[in-house]
Each structure stands twice: as C-alpha cells, then as structure tokens.
C-alpha cells in the first residue's frame, strides 16, 4: 500500500519559514517524479513546485526564489519555504508520480495535508 504523509504545516507571520516533509512508503524505487501542490479555500489546487527522478526542479512563478524542493534517498521529499507571505495560505499535498508539468491530475497518489498559515 502507497502512503504519503506530510508534517511540518504550521501558522507563522509574514516573512517567516517553514519546511515541510512529505514521507513516502509503498513505492518500490525513486524513479518518479513528486511535487507539493496547495489549495486555498474556494480555490483551486494548484502545483507549488515539482522534483522529477533526477533531480530536476520546477517552480510556480509565484513562489520561485522563495521555496525550494528536494528529496532524499530515503524517498522523502521536503519543501523549504522563505520570505512567507499571508498569499501562500493553505493545505499543502505532496503527490507522487506524476509529471513536473505539474497537472494535478497526472499524479497517482496523494498525502492528507498540512496546513500552512500565514499571518499578515
């Protein structure tokens, strides 16, 4: 069984940081591409940013320069997020194979969230 767990979601000011974690089980190798992906209420979900199997990044305009994704080789995959602001409000999920064009319906499997809230 495929599982994604994210921790580290919390409630900080403007200009803080947080880093979040996504832990992944189920899956036999890393050849595949992970993303965070977030929704605010009564919008869209919306791809945040995306590591592929070699280690190729891809970013959101609105948050590049400011947050910075990586993964390990214990199959995790973390988000470090900077310079914070009350914009980047909302649920953050991590996913798992899919495509670093980040199309949320391309990725098969998903954590529950974690809450990021950012106060002005």
């Known amino acids: 069984e495929v599982e994604l767990v994210e921790s580290g979601g919390d409630s900080v000011q403007a200009g803080g940081s947080l880093r979040l974690s996504c832990a992944v089980t189920g899956l036999s190798d890393g050849a595949y591409c992970m993303a965070w992906f977030r929704q605010a209420p009564g919008k869209e979900r919306e791809g945040v940013a995306a590591?592929?199997?070699?280690?190729?990044t891809n970013y959101a305009d609105s948050v590049q320069g400011r947050f910075t994704i990586s993964r390990d080789s214990n199959k995790s995959v973390y988000l470090r997020m900077n310079s914070l602001k009350p914009e980047d409000t909302g649920m953050y999920y991590c996913?798992?194979?899919?495509?670093?064009?980040?199309?949320?319906?391309?990725?098969?499997?998903w954590g529950q969230g974690t809450q990021v809230t950012v106060s002005s």
């Open positions: 996913a798992a194979e899919g495509t670093p064009k980040m199309v949320a319906a391309d990725f098969g499997y």
């Open positions: 590591i592929d199997s070699d280690g190729s």
